[in-house]
């Protein structure tokens, strides 16, 4: 499995940006796709995540209402698009798919079983 993320850049606050994960070699019958990001100093941290089979999707307060999270079945590619940020959501965002987690682990970086290179994100103020 390979997870290609892509699309990070930098940003003012207040803008938008759209990162992308594209996925190859999944053989899971269904599974979740995840964005985890890691600031400087800081811990990683859930972001969002997407149910495959139907879609359903999941949000860490901090990014709920600014964040959407999306898929493209036929690209086998997630999307995270993020609208007014703020410069507490520079990070390093990271892809992951997990095939055999449960929902209520879905923010839990440990239930993922692989995962992609980062893309940072910079946002100034």
């Known amino acids: 499995v390979q997870l290609q993320a892509s699309g990070g850049g930098s940003v003012q606050a207040g803008g938008s940006l759209r990162i992308s994960c594209a996925a190859s070699?999944?053989?899971?019958?269904?599974?979740?796709m995840g964005w985890f990001r890691q600031a400087p100093g800081k811990e990683r941290e859930f972001v969002a995540a997407?149910?495959?089979?139907?879609?359903?999707?999941f949000y860490a307060s901090s990014v709920k209402g600014r964040f959407t999270i999306s898929r493209d079945n036929a690209k086998d590619t997630v999307y995270l698009k993020m609208n007014s940020l703020k410069p507490e959501d520079t990070a390093v965002y990271s892809c992951?798919?997990?095939?055999?987690?449960?929902?209520?682990?879905?923010?839990?970086?440990?239930?993922?079983?692989?995962w992609g290179q980062g893309t940072l994100v910079t946002v100034s103020s």
């Open positions: 997407i149910k495959w089979r139907g879609g359903s999707t």
């Open positions: 070699g999944l053989t899971f019958s269904r599974y979740f």
């Open positions: 992951a798919v997990g095939g055999s987690l449960i929902q209520s682990s879905v923010a839990s970086a440990s239930a993922y079983d692989y």
